[in-house]
């Protein structure tokens, strides 16, 4: 997974931006949306994200993972992230 | 989706004070011109161009700081930004940064050989004027400007792999082409389309008895707009801002949009349709300037200008007359 080709990301002290600049929409996340977004910029595996956030966030309800896939789900239905082909 | 997860949601109403630079930049990056069109908002024209206008290394030194922070976003308008002696270098400049660029233009200088150059900068899109859909109508706005030689230039940008954007000013004699214009459009191989009520500012200060549509002209012209809107939806974009200047400028005081407009001198304007200049990056940092610009906002002086142009709408041929704040 990565970001879309005309989509860009930037860090904001809230958490992050995401642009989306065909469509000039601004999409914006709190801070652990813009860690994930900075984890799929970087390259991690979709399987991977949850994993390297627990080590960082506190997670005693036990929600990260389901609340990483929807996100995920949420950014991959608007258009935002797309799969790399393989190659 | 109708229901974002919170990571999206939470921060959905931020506005731009909350950011820390701008998400679009609109720059003018000349005010020549090779033609001289009856509604131009800028005075554009031949042998029109800022006699401050930026250097090259002033130019790259701006461009830098907004890769620096990361400005998304950047259009290149004029004038025609692609009669600028050093237009593809700053191009190369921004687009090897990852910046993302938009090129505005007129479409006349849009050959085989620039349209494969554009591509291979991976520029977001090409907005090409076309302001009707037959000679009589563009050739009459476009002073100097050849109907031919804008959609051959389209045609170019297709074959070149270069996303297309269309955009159409409404005059009083080309409204009821809209629709034919919009099918040009599609035809091209656009994906989005704009427009919207031609303002009152620039050239069409002179020409506007000549060109000002009528409202009966505008309410058809708007409808024909929503049809089309629905009749491309998925294959192309149709955008139109049927709100007036008043109406857009209200909203903007209580929500001012990420986006500064930079003149070809460098000054920074808050929004095209004010005369308020917020900065000039010959002498401050885009940081500070981006500060003046949330103060600029809120400056008494914004908001009275707007309520005057309430009362009186033809302050906007004013807007050239910047006033610093």
Redesign the interface.
Known sequence: MQLAK?V?F?E????G?L?E????K?????A???A?VREIAAGTGEGEIAGRLRGRYDDPRGVLDR?VA??LA?LR??GLVEDVPHG | MDEAPPAVAAAAARGAEDLAAPLYVAWQITNECNLACLHCIEESGPGKAFADELTPGEFRAVLDQMLEHEVPYLSFSGGEPMVHPHFFEMAEHFCAGRGNLKVETNGHYLTPANCERLERLGVKAVQVSIDGASKDTFNRMRVLGRFDAAVDGTRNLRAAGVPIEINFSPTHFNVHEIGAAVDLAYELGAYSFYSGRTMYTGNAVKTWRKIVPTEEQYAEFFATLRAKAEEYRGRMRVYFHEMGLLEELRYRLVHPAALVIVLPNGLVKLINALPFVCGDLRRQSLTEIWANFQRAWRDPRVAGFVDELAVDPRKTAGLHEWIHL
Do not use: I, M, Q
């Open positions: 005309y860009r930037r904001e002290k809230f958490g931006v642009f600049t065909r469509s000039e601004v999409f914006t996340l709190n652990t949306g813009a994930v609340e929807a996100l949420d239905s608007r």
